[in-house]
């Protein structure tokens, strides 16, 4: 196996988590598309990110960041294309403004995470881009990239299954760190896909 990358996922409700689960199998029955399914139902606050460090070190410099931070609200604005990707769109509040909470916690994120990483070459990979940040928990990812000829019928196909309801907004209140690690990462990595889930976080109550 390849050297370790670590993501930080907000963990959404266990409503949308069923959802996300349903529309994702049924992508693979239907499609072959495995690569949204062998994550955990997430949106991505930090994805892939090449760390040699222990565990503990990263654990330490995300535990400031995330300790006693206050939780928000993230609401649901539908099914949509993110770039190639068919997501859920959590980008955003429901006056269509960016949710500044949920982009600003992912920013000190990967600001906490960037003294401890280092580059890789990893197919379909980018560094994360404050500006570029979309809020997005993926329903058919990788493939839409690697079989662009299946795009339209695969998001046609998504928006028809009929899963589980979501809800209008669930609480940001759940954020974990998970250790990932593939045959090699430039190549199909998601087809040999495996992670561990290595540390919770509980975001404070705003309300408190």
Do not use: G, P
């Given at each position: 196996m390849s050297e370790p990358v670590y993501g930080v996922f907000l963990i959404p409700d266990p409503a949308t988590s069923a959802a996300v689960t349903s529309i994702t199998l049924s992508v693979e029955r239907q499609f072959g598309f495995v690569s949204a399914g062998r994550f955990p139902p997430h949106a991505t606050l930090a994805g892939s990110v090449p760390?040699?460090?222990a565990v503990p070190d990263i654990v330490a410099a995300l535990d400031p960041v995330l300790r006693d931070r206050p939780g928000f609200a993230v609401h649901h604005s539908g099914i949509v294309r993110h770039g190639a990707a068919v997501t859920y769109d959590v980008d955003r509040l429901p006056d269509g403004t960016r949710n500044l909470a949920l982009a600003e916690l992912a920013a000190d994120v990967n600001a906490a995470l960037a003294p401890l990483?280092?580059?890789i070459?990893?197919?379909l990979v980018s560094p994360f881009r404050p500006g570029l940040f979309r809020a997005h928990i993926?329903?058919?990812?990788h493939e839409m990239n690697t079989q662009p000829e299946l795009a339209d019928q695969v998001e046609a196909f998504v928006r028809a299954v009929p899963a589980p309801a979501v809800p209008a907004s669930f609480p940001a209140s759940l954020v974990g760190l998970y250790e990932?690690?593939?045959a090699g990462w430039t190549g199909h990595w998601w087809e040999t896909l495996t992670w561990r889930h290595l540390?919770?976080?509980r975001l404070a109550d705003p309300r408190r």
């Open positions: 760390i040699r460090a990483a280092h580059a070459d990893a197919l993926s329903l058919a990812s990932f690690r593939s540390r919770t976080w």
